[in-house]
């Protein structure tokens, strides 16, 4: 009898699961392992790219959904999970100073230390100009000051260093992974600026407005025919509506079943319609399957590599190509991935746990209020 009472309850189990608000509640979670996971589909995606498959035909992802690349659903699960993660944290403490520090200090501080390292230690080492030809260039309009404190402001940047990776199959682009930071951090404002409001107090009318900005500003113009071309910002808007997805599941989380029976028919979904943009009902509901279904080991002492990976990993492997020219995408993924797992860790256990242990309400992060800063 007992045996049977348990296999109706695996069963169950498997088709309804758990409402996500049961998931977030029990406080176990996979979100350390599901950001590194999106932050090593970015590495495998750019490892096509950055050798000279500029389509990204081999990119297995890019075989199994023909709609897209493993970098791109990296940094569409990296937006899902911010998105998730950012309105419960807002939600839980709505004070926006409070807020808009927590989020200055997991974003900001490591990304300074990857740019001005690439600036003034890699650039002058990897570039063609001599030492004071370097610092002294304009080169493409772009010196290495001008690199740095564009790319500190947030939201204008520069990708290229004079003489820096002229020769590599995607020219001059030093670090093509920080094209995304605009756009989270805009995302964290527009939080906050619902959030002040008062909106995130009704989930509900909260919820539906998301839907209508995400079907005016994003799948008109993507898959109507509307005013925007297809273009990087346009796929910034679509990493948007990812954050918006992600920020909707958190309001209405009382209401979202979370359950292998649902992965499994939106995986079928995904592959029987890669054609079409029903693909990435699958990508953004795995974010929630992984997170709070699996039973997977924790991470060693909350070590999250994610974002350190994903700020080093596009320089270090344009080095690699430059300096050892490699070609084929599987061997710069098997080289680049370990060194950018190491300085990975150096970045979170020297500069983004210090930066985060100053916020003022406790010591260091939890799943909920770190960010899955997207990329």
Request: charged residues 15%; glycine residues 8%; positive net charge.
């Amino acid at each position: 009898m007992r045996a049977a009472w348990s296999e109706r309850g695996r069963a169950r189990g498997f088709l309804f699961g758990r409402s996500l608000e049961r998931c977030i509640e029990d406080g176990r979670d996979n979100i350390l392992l599901l950001r590194l996971l999106a932050a090593l589909l970015v590495v495998l995606g750019h490892s096509f790219v950055l050798v000279g498959d500029l389509d990204a035909a081999g990119d297995p992802m890019h075989i199994l959904l023909p709609r897209t690349h493993a970098h791109l659903v990296g940094v569409a699960m990296f937006f899902t999970i911010s998105g998730f993660l950012i309105t419960l944290s807002y939600q839980r403490k709505p004070d926006p100073g409070r807020f808009l520090r927590a989020r200055f200090l997991r974003l900001w501080p490591a990304l300074a230390v990857v740019v001005a390292v690439t600036a003034f230690v890699l650039g002058p080492i990897l570039s063609t100009l001599p030492l004071h030809g370097y610092f002294a260039s304009t080169d493409g309009g772009s010196s290495a000051f001008d690199y740095f404190s564009r790319n500190l402001s947030l939201f204008w940047q520069r990708q290229t260093l004079p003489g820096v990776f002229a020769s590599n199959p995607v020219p001059r682009v030093v670090n093509g992974s920080l094209w995304t930071i605009p756009y989270e951090a805009a995302m964290y404002l527009c939080v906050a600026a619902v959030g002040a409001a008062g909106l995130l107090r009704f989930p509900r009318l909260a919820s539906a407005l998301v839907v209508l900005a995400i079907a005016i500003v994003v799948v008109w113009p993507s898959y109507g025919g509307g005013p925007y071309p297809r273009s990087l910002a346009l796929l910034g808007l679509q990493l948007g509506a990812c954050f918006g997805a992600g920020s909707i599941a958190c309001l209405l989380r009382r209401h979202v079943p979370v359950s292998s029976a649902i992965m499994l028919a939106l995986a079928l979904v995904a592959l029987a319609a890669r054609e079409t943009p029903l693909m990435w009902l699958a990508v953004v509901y795995f974010v929630f399957w992984f997170a709070y279904v699996p039973k997977l080991p924790s991470v060693p002492a909350g070590l999250d590599l994610s974002y350190g990976t994903y700020l080093w990993a596009f320089p270090l492997q344009q080095a690699i190509v430059a300096v050892g020219h490699v070609t084929a995408p599987f061997v710069l993924f098997a080289i680049a991935t370990p060194i950018a797992l190491a300085v990975a860790a150096a970045s979170w256990l020297c500069i983004e746990r210090p930066a985060l242990r100053l916020k003022q309400s406790r010591p260091a992060p939890d799943a909920a209020d770190g960010d899955a800063v997207a990329r």
